[in-house]
């Protein structure tokens, strides 16, 4: 499985980015897509998922209200988008997928693929 993600930019606080993942070659066994958020000298930390097939969704509540995951399955494209941003939002954004199973998805380890990532910048 391949993901490229895309739609990232530069936005002021309060703004909006909706970014897109799209996944390619064996993509009928994705179980869950996740986007995850990289801030400079941090850990990549969890901020959305959804099961593949059955659609349901997990945020975290630092994004809870905020922002919305959702998929195409027709394109294989899972999307974020991303609303009422904020200066701690900053980070390089990556999809990622757990294949064959449904760990526990706040934890980068157990997804097996994942995109080349994409920058936000909220300035304040």
């Known amino acids: 499985v391949q993901l490229q993600a895309s739609g990232g930019g530069l936005v002021q606080a309060g703004g909006s980015l909706r970014l897109s993942c799209e996944a390619s070659?064996?993509?009928?066994?994705?179980?869950?897509m996740g986007w995850f958020r990289q801030a400079p000298g941090k850990e990549r930390a969890f901020v959305a998922g959804?099961?593949?097939?059955?659609?349901?969704?997990w945020y975290p509540d630092s994004v809870k209200g905020r922002f919305t995951i959702s998929r195409d399955n027709a394109k294989d494209t899972v999307y974020l988008q991303m609303n009422n941003l904020k200066p701690e939002d900053t980070g390089v954004y990556y999809c990622?997928?757990?294949?064959?199973?449904?760990?526990?998805?706040?934890?980068?380890?157990?997804?097996?693929?994942w995109g080349q990532g994409t920058q936000v910048t909220v300035s304040s």
């Open positions: 959804i099961l593949w097939r059955e659609g349901t969704i």
């Open positions: 990622a997928t757990q294949i064959g199973r449904s760990a526990d998805w706040r934890v980068a380890a157990y997804y097996d693929y």
């Open positions: 070659g064996r993509t009928s066994v994705i179980d869950v």
